[in-house]
């Protein structure tokens, strides 16, 4: 399959190793043969036809920081729009920086591929969470696959779960947990009775939280998620205005102690169900699958006849998001 | 799909009525057309090629205890294997009561049914703890499909799981509750700090213990799992032997408390891993996805890309298992 990769920054680069990694058992086991023809960054694009060479394309993206430096097949200031012009491919995988204002250029990558009868896989919540529907309305109407595993929590597989592995039962809501920087800073608060402001620095100097981390604080990133499990799992049309948002920056260590006592703890919730799109701050039991600590997302499906699932898993980490990008291209293949 | 339901216990009855529930939206959906032609208990058969009246099938065994009642249809006496020779099918359902002895009459039932070139899907532990590789080989000869995700931890999906949504992942090892009436048991001591007996003779007195506990309580019921899970995910070729067996008879509330105060829990684990089948008390931490209570099981698969991924579900019911039997049913039309 001839993919072209669209973004080589943290996931980018973790879909690269992945595949170097996975290139032989792939093909072993499904008979699937990964090429990747192209890769862009900012800085332009990496061609070949005939497949890249991920190990040399990645010393290059470390030690210049442009693919474009690729030796004989780079090029400087391609966009992504020339490369699909150009280069024959099957699928592209499109990882660019999310932008939940208007979801570019991620949303014009897909829709193009999509149009030319290409298959779609991504890790990128800003076009999902502002026109998710239009999106998998155009890779219907064009016969392709359009696959975003990856775009909801990482590792914690929840997407093809629902499709697939629950597909006997009808999924009536979600409730999860589904930021992991804000269950990591909870935890601790509940762990070590520190201030917000205090572990929040801890968090932002361990690297788990972002120098701004307004989007994952204020419930930014879980309500994106929200948005995607509502229009795909349960089939409604919804975006980003839809949903109802209230971070954890006001939470106190004395509210946590005061839940405590009473067997719980306090989460920053994502609620998806044809009442109520909310992303807010929400006690849990202590000992339900919700009690999870670190930076772990978890996720209730609450189904019609299997009562409720759980799934666990990391909410982030490139090679863990690259692995949900390449269960997405291993599905596609296998239904080809 | 013209299907035999072989077996018309709780599971079995389960199955007609997600069937009944179901039927619409599955056609809609899917196009798949479920056609019960058969349906056979200890008492014989209900037999209609043009598909049975299910309300009529589950009114029959509800007020006379056997299908082979059924009015016009119904023969009493005949055995699974005579319906086998008799009846035009495409899938049998496999429900018999579990026997981890010799794994019969499951196993025979499901052999032949293969070698006819049908598919099997079943919940029935015995025959796949006793010789999961032989049905599995037996079912790629002939070309047909062998699904099983109802055998472990019912309404917890973790067969299929592993196989479909986590494709890009190597699964390395498993490590889980997979026994809803040992995690009942040992988490009602946690809490009431009561002994082994009396709440054992609780949860029997609630019907979350049989009569005869000894199958869960003695770890038996988790050590099948084992081996369906080491056969199955890691592609191991073992059997209910070699699994090291250990149940939940000896603990004590003061090993409970004593653990507790150290922040952690005893739970029921059962390990696969290349080097180790075991199924015995562990302690588990607080806050860990392993610390739920009630009769929830919970599987972590550690896979090379993905880290940690845990699923937790309900171990039983009919229903819910009934759910993962029609997710496979559904599973082998989508790949027809």
Redesign the interface.
């Known amino acids: 399959m001839k993919i072209v990769l669209i973004g080589f920054g943290s996931v980018g680069q973790g879909v690269a190793q992945?595949f170097q990694?996975?290139k032989g058992?792939v093909k072993e086991e499904y008979g699937l043969d990964l090429k990747l023809v192209a890769a862009l960054d900012r800085s332009g694009a990496a061609i070949n036809p005939e497949g890249l060479d991920i190990d040399l394309l990645l010393k290059t993206k470390n030690e210049t920081g442009k693919v474009a430096n690729y030796p004989e097949y780079g090029e400087a200031g391609l966009s992504g729009h020339e490369v699909l012009d150009e280069v024959e491919y099957e699928c592209i995988i499109e990882v660019t920086p999310t932008n939940i204002e208007d979801g570019e250029p991620a949303q014009s990558h897909m829709l193009k591929a999509i149009k030319n009868g290409k298959h779609v896989v991504t890790s990128n919540k800003g076009p999902l969470a502002l026109s998710f529907n239009e999106l998998a309305k155009a890779a219907m109407e064009n016969k392709v696959q359009f696959k975003y595993e990856a775009s909801v929590g990482g590792?914690?597989?929840i997407i093809?779960?629902a499709h697939?592995?629950?597909?006997?039962?009808?999924i009536e809501s979600i409730y999860g947990i589904l930021n992991g920087t804000t269950n990591y800073i909870l935890?601790r608060m509940a762990k070590e009775g520190s201030s917000y402001e205090q572990t929040l620095n801890e968090a932002q100097e361990m690297g788990i939280a972002e120098t701004d981390p307004t989007q994952d604080v204020e419930g930014e990133d879980a309500a994106c998620k929200v948005v995607i499990l509502a229009n795909s799992i349960l089939k409604m049309d919804v975006t980003y205005a839809d949903v109802e948002v209230r971070g954890i920056s006001q939470i106190t260590p004395e509210s946590i102690a005061l839940a405590k006592k009473e067997g719980y703890l306090i989460k920053l919730i994502g609620e998806v169900s044809k009442d109520n799109l909310e992303v807010s701050p929400r006690l849990v039991k202590?000992?339900?699958?919700f009690?999870?600590?670190g930076t772990?997302n978890?996720a209730t499906l609450k189904?019609?006849?299997?009562?409720?699932?759980?799934?666990?898993?990391?909410g982030a980490?490139s090679?863990?998001t690259?692995?949900?990008?390449?269960?997405?291209?291993?599905?596609i293949w296998?239904?080809r």
Chains 1, 2 share one sequence.
Do not use: Q, R
């Not at 697939?164 to 009808?170: A, D, F, H, I, V």
């Not at 690259?322 to 599905?331: E, K, N, V």
């Open positions: 992945v990694m996975k058992l590792a914690m597989p093809n779960f697939e592995t629950l597909s006997g039962c009808k935890s202590e000992g339900s699958p009690a999870v600590e772990l978890v189904t019609d006849l299997a009562d409720e699932v759980t799934v666990v898993g990391k980490g090679v863990e690259a692995s949900a990008i390449l269960s997405d291209i291993i599905s296998k239904s």
